[in-house]
């Protein structure tokens, strides 16, 4: 149980293109999903936080225009990585909890790895 | 907010050895203390995990021992193989606000 699908699994594309990756929970519904950014041999930086019919919240220094969240379902979440460019770079992975509140483990999808050329 | 630090970076046993990793946390609020075993290019997975009410828990070869008092945590691998090698992640955790260590790359050379 507890399965989190992520697609595509990699992107690559053109600076200025817009990319979404999708997020769902396959066999439960997800309260809370939340969009991390992992660089090669690092940690995971946790993006966004984002509950089903309600704004995401963002990180500090996470720009909300440049990488909009949608989580209009329980069990879909989307990131849209607006006019990537090089920089955007990066291996983008989400998760998933499906209770709210305390002591509940997050289960993640695949990620994408996404190349801006 | 909270702070995680892992210790160490790398680690390399013999196959057979035992390893530790250990985690420190700087919110004393925290209560879920997760442990995730990530293999290069896939997702994190969860392998154990701990609640603030209790000190000790183990499943098979695998351990996780917590001090609220001096807010660390460590993850015991006992008899190691080498498909233990992987890059694993410590994280505390209070009401869905987790924070992730910098991880710890475990290699188990046969």
């Known amino acids: 149980g507890a399965v989190v699908s992520q697609h595509p699994s990699r992107v690559i594309c053109k600076s200025g293109t817009s990319v979404k990756i999708e997020c769902r929970s396959l066999?439960?519904?997800?309260?809370?999903m939340f969009w991390y950014r992992q660089f090669p041999k690092q940690s995971l930086m946790l993006m966004a936080t984002s509950n089903e019919g309600s704004k995401a919240t963002y990180e500090q220094g996470v720009e909300k225009d440049k990488f909009l969240i949608n989580h209009a379902s329980l069990t879909l979440s989307t990131l849209t990585v607006t006019s990537a460019h090089p920089e955007d770079s990066s291996f983008y992975i989400c998760?998933?909890?499906?209770?709210?509140?305390?002591?509940?483990?997050?289960?993640f999808g695949d990620g994408t790895r996404l190349s801006i050329l | 907010g909270e702070n995680v630090e892992q210790h160490p970076s790398t680690l390399s046993v013999q196959e057979g050895d035992s390893a530790v990793i250990k985690c420190t946390y700087s919110d004393s609020a925290s209560n879920y203390f997760p442990w995730y075993k990530q293999e290069l290019g896939k997702r994190p997975q969860l392998i154990i995990d701990i609640r603030s009410n209790v000190g000790e828990k183990k499943d098979q070869r695998i351990a996780v021992t917590l001090n609220k008092t001096a807010k660390h945590f460590s993850l015991h691998i006992t008899e190691t193989q080498p498909e233990d090698s992987a890059v694993y992640f410590c994280a505390a955790s209070m009401d869905n606000d987790m924070r992730f260590g910098a991880g710890t790359r475990l290699t188990v050379k046969p």
């Open positions: 066999d439960f519904q997800a309260t809370t």
């Open positions: 998760s998933a909890t499906y209770h709210a509140g305390r002591h509940q483990p997050q289960h």
